[in-house]
């Protein structure tokens, strides 16, 4: 039994620890369901619901295809919310990237496309069938002289293609956003630049001479090909051929001498081409030809002709269809001749291209999830909430915004690679700018920096539109203003906001119940929660296998089972059904799991037991929502319930299922908030005795024993003398703004491991002085060093990287961000964006940050955002980032503004303490809080040093009182 507690105080130990380390309350069951379980969901009903209803006859084979072109919007809505939502850059461009990956695909299937057309005159492919239309040669040109266009040749090839497709708008968004960003172009800047950027593009692209199609566009798209050649393919029917009397050998002998003779002509076609060549051009350029440019393969009932790119394909069809195998027999009457590829009017290929794209947009979710779940997600959080506070804690956000820019836009021109076949055509209007506004109304009505919600608003939006334009679409445009207006006045959170708000509900009711809840928990009560736990397995395992049994039993796909009917509705239900059965499995397996005492049972057990709910209630909901829609919105009760009460009524063991689900995991979640506040306490406790051991440690410190200490460290090399040196030297730095002198400042310095204060009245020039060393405001003249480098004129991410750490004035944190979130983001060495690539925070570096909040009492807030927070624990989050980040010279300005005394006390306290191993400038008004820190003082004065001393003969100074003290 002893064994068992053990490992049941492991277990709870990690799920409690999983929460603080990630700096997250653990999911609850709703935040699971709205996150992930109904992305599962989503994902059955695309991929099996739908295709069962249209095997079933239910939705048509158009509908599906309209789901798959909508499908691509919601691609493109997902790229835009990285960049939105995420990284706050309203972007008006999206559909650029997206037509760029359309174009690319378009030009494929253009290729590949239609009878219309000629060789080209250097013998390089047939013309498109769409640009043969709009012109595409020279002014004066014959049409013999027409070439295919150089940037039209790498899409020939499907593979090429693909990779395009995604490359060149990945660099396209990666070019302007490099320009961009690093321009520092933001808000509404960035809004008008994208809009002007995508309507730049589709001003260039209607141009008929962009050889693009004009305004009419990409057109003639036929079959997607996955060779690097056009075939023929003769399949002959062995029935006409006995009919005809023939023999299959004797077919294909009148195909390959056919194929000689076409071959010869292609010979001989090529001559031709090049004397016409030599005739129009000086000098002549050359004329592509293949060795082998008509090749006969496959088995004599299935040939394959292969053609030379510059064959004209459709004619070699023609001339195959009409070619006389047996008197008065051609070849189209004994076989099926056709151009190899899949035909885009086929169903199945619009069921395929449907498919593949909702597993294009399934792994794009899941990358983006990947992406946001990482520190790059956090730091682009961060970059949305605060830009140049990032840049004094060392990043540089231009490199995160154009990473995250650059694979926006590589995903939207996926979304348009998988549009262009679906809808087979690509127009310039994909580029007018109301398209790209669009996909922002899809992500703010389905809701910003969610990833499903994009997802959905596209659905949502597109689905509305086509109703409402078979309708009257003049009405359209005016809706979706109104969409827009309303949305973002009362639903700023979009349709997933509904979805936030019962989470935020859930989390602040836990916050509640930890801070005032069960607080000494004792020995005593821990056994009996492990003793219950015991209980819970026995419970899971029997409630498991009931369900199991009974669900399996009742949907099974053979015998009298439910699958076995083989309708849509009931596959999808039965497949629910048994997949909760498999859930139910996992609870047995968990359960026995708990009674033996794995730390492995509670934490399956605490995975399953939502899947089993999300399940249920997905199964449930499906049945009731098919029902109604078959019968008609009017019947809902009738037909709806019955359904339900139905299968609820012969299969009793999901609601039980449900139920147990719930109760049990209820349980298991008050359990955990317990383990978390046991966790804080027993912080709270070590912080306590530390201060017992060290009683005023730092502040009495003398400097002998301070140095010894920093040798110890080496942070600097044992080297004495470099001490004496000053760590900050100004030196003449004169700033002017507009002709007004707000600094002047002759001579400044401060040494290492000194704390320096400076005073002076209200607009004397002190920010500015923070300003200019830390590389927010340029200098007018002189020069600023640090440890002996120049760093006048580096970027703020620059000088912070070298060791400036700066809290400013009014508290800047970012907003969207857990504390813990915030102290991460602290953590140094990580402002690179190869650091912040799948790396968690190690256990000395959480232990270091829950140190850090404990001493400012944060620690019981770490998994708060950081917007609830007072003005006081917003000062000191601040501070507690700038300790993290380990500079060597801290500049704190104002850090006691708007304190009240007993926070300015430990705010004192704090930074005598941080003396110890950093320099540190402080900058304060309050000259209470000045002689708490007994320090060196600097006056400034009108931009210029008054007086520097002690406190003490500071206060005596008339000049100082003159000027200052004495107001
Ligand atoms: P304080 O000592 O109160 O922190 P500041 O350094 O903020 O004073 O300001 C010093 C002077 O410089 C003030 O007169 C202020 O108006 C002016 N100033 C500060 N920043 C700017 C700016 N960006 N443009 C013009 N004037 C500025
Ligand atoms: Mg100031």
């Known amino acids: 039994m002893h064994n068992l507690l053990d490992h049941f105080s492991r277990a709870t130990d990690t799920l409690a620890d999983l929460g603080l380390r990630h700096g997250r309350v653990p999911l609850s069951a709703i935040q699971w369901y709205s996150r992930t379980c109904m992305f599962w969901t989503l994902l059955l009903i695309g991929l099996v619901g739908i295709p069962a209803l249209h095997a079933s006859g239910a939705v048509s084979i158009e509908t599906v295809n309209q789901l798959g072109r909508y499908l691509c919007f919601a691609i493109a809505a997902l790229s835009l ?66 070439t295919v266009p150089f940037f039209w040749k790498p899409f020939w090839n499907i593979w090429t293609t693909l990779i395009l497709g995604i490359v060149i708008p990945g660099v396209v968004a990666a070019v302007i956003g490099f320009f961009v960003f690093r321009s520092r172009v933001r808000g509404v800047f960035f809004a008008v630049l994208t809009q002007a950027i995508v309507l730049a593009f589709w001003l260039v692209v209607c141009m008929n001479n962009m050889k693009l199609g004009g305004t009419n566009g990409l057109t003639r798209f036929d079959r997607i090909i996955l060779d690097s050649r056009e075939n023929i393919s003769i399949t002959i029917a062995p029935q006409k051929l006995a009919e005809a009397n023939l023999e299959a050998a004797a077919v294909r002998e009148a195909v390959e001498k056919k194929a000689m003779e076409i071959s010869q002509a292609y010979i001989e076609q090529v001559e031709k081409k090049r004397q016409l060549l030599t005739r129009n051009f000086a000098s002549p350029p050359a004329v592509n030809v293949d060795a082998v440019p008509i090749e006969v393969r496959g088995s004599n009932s299935a040939m394959m002709i292969r053609l030379a790119r510059s064959i ?23 076989a099926e001749v056709k151009i190899a590829g899949y035909d885009l009017n086929n169903k199945n290929v619009k069921l395929a291209l449907y498919l593949l794209t909702v597993i294009v947009l399934v792994a794009v979710f899941l990358l983006c999830q990947l ?138 009711q836990k916050t509640v119940r930890s801070s005032t809840g069960v607080i000494n928990s004792t020995e005593a009560q821990q056994d009996r929660i492990d003793v219950r736990l015991a209980v819970v397995g026995i419970l899971a395992v029997t409630f498991g296998f009931s369900a199991a049994w009974g669900l399996g039993e009742y949907a099974r796909p053979w015998d009298d089972g439910l699958m076995a009917q083989r309708n849509g509705s009931s596959v999808v239900v039965g497949l629910i059904l048994m997949l909760t059965a498999v859930s139910a499995l996992l609870q047995v397996l968990a359960g026995l799991g708990l009674i033996t005492g794995r730390v492995w049972g509670s934490m399956i057990l605490k995975r399953t037991l939502p899947i089993s709910i999300g399940l249920s209630v997905t199964a449930v909901g499906w049945l009731f929502f098919v029902g109604t829609l078959r019968s ?110 707000a600094l002047d400042v002759a001579e400044f310095s401060a040494g290492y491991y000194d704390l ?210 004495g107001r």
């Open 312 to 334: 004209h394909v459709w004619k070699v069809l023609a001339v195959f269809e009409e070619l006389t195998v047996a008197e008065q027999q051609r070849l189209s009457d004994i």
């Open 756 to 965: 320096n204060v400076i005073i002076g009245p209200n607009g004397a020039g002190k920010t500015t002085l923070c300003d200019v060393i830390s590389g927010k405001t340029p200098v007018t003249e002189g020069q600023v060093h640090l440890g002996g480098h120049q760093i006048t004129g580096l970027t703020e991410a620059d000088i912070a990287r070298l060791g400036v750490g700066r809290k400013f004035q009014t508290p800047t944190v970012f907003d969207s961000l857990t504390v813990y979130g915030n102290m991460e983001l602290a953590i140094p060495g990580r402002h690179r964006l190869v650091n912040n690539v799948g790396i968690r925070p190690s256990a000395a570096e959480r232990l270091k940050i829950e140190e850090i909040l404990a001493r400012v009492k944060l620690l019981e807030h770490a998994e708060k955002d950081v917007r609830h927070l007072s003005h006081g624990q917003r000062q000191w989050l601040e501070i507690s980032m700038l300790i993290l980040s380990d500079p060597r010279l801290l500049l704190v300005d104002e850090p006691a503004a708007g304190l009240t005394d007993e926070e300015t006390i430990l705010t004192a306290e704090l930074l005598l303490e941080l003396k110890a191993e950093h320099s540190v400038i402080v900058i304060e008004h309050d000259m209470e809080f000045v002689r708490l820190l007994n320090s060196s003082v600097t006056v400034l004065n009108e931009g210029s040093v008054m007086a520097q001393g002690e406190m003490q003969a500071i206060e005596k100074d008339p000049a100082v009182i003159e000027a200052y003290l």
């Open 371 to 508: 992406l946001m779940k990482s520190r790059i997600g956090r730091v682009l959080i961060a970059v949305r909430d605060n830009e140049s506070r990032l840049r004094f804690s060392g990043y540089r956000p231009y490199v995160f915004k154009m990473l995250v820019f650059g694979i926006s836009g590589a995903i939207a021109g996926l979304g348009g690679m998988l549009y262009a076949p679906q809808m087979k055509i690509f127009t310039p209007t994909n580029l007018e700018p109301k398209e790209s506004i669009a996909v922002v109304i899809f992500v703010a009505v389905g809701g910003r920096a969610t990833l499903s919600g994009p997802i959905f608003g596209a659905l949502v939006v597109s689905y509305l539109y086509s109703l409402l334009t078979s309708h009257s679409p003049d009405a359209w445009p005016i809706v979706l203003g109104l969409l827009f207006i309303l949305v973002t006045l009362y639903l700023p959170g979009g349709l997933m906001g509904i979805w936030q708000s019962w989470v935020s509900l859930a989390i602040s």
């Open 81 to 146: 919310d990285l960049v939105w939502g995420y990284g706050g850059m309203l972007c008006l461009c999206q559909f650029l990237f997206f037509s760029l990956g359309g174009y690319a695909m378009g030009m494929f299937c253009a290729h590949h496309g239609g009878p219309e057309g000629v060789i080209d005159a250097v013998n390089w492919g047939k013309i498109p069938a769409c640009l043969f239309v709009v012109y595409p040669g020279g002014v004066g040109e014959s049409q013999d002289q027409w």
């Open 632 to 741: 008609g919105i009017a019947d809902w009760g009738t037909t709806g319930f019955t359904r339900v009460s139905e299968l609820v009524s012969t299969v009793p063991h999901l609601p039980v299922l449900t139920l147990w689900s719930a109760a049990a995991l209820f349980y298991f979640h008050r359990f955990l908030s317990r383990q978390a506040v046991r966790t804080t306490v027993a912080a709270d406790a070590a912080e306590d005795q530390t201060d017992e051991a060290l009683p005023d440690a730092s502040a009495v410190q003398d400097r002998a024993s301070q140095l010894a200490r920093i040798v110890a460290k080496q942070k600097i090399g044992p080297s004495k003398s470099t001490l004496d040196n000053s760590l900050l030297e100004v030196r003449g730095v004169k700033v002017v703004f507009d002709g007004f002198k």
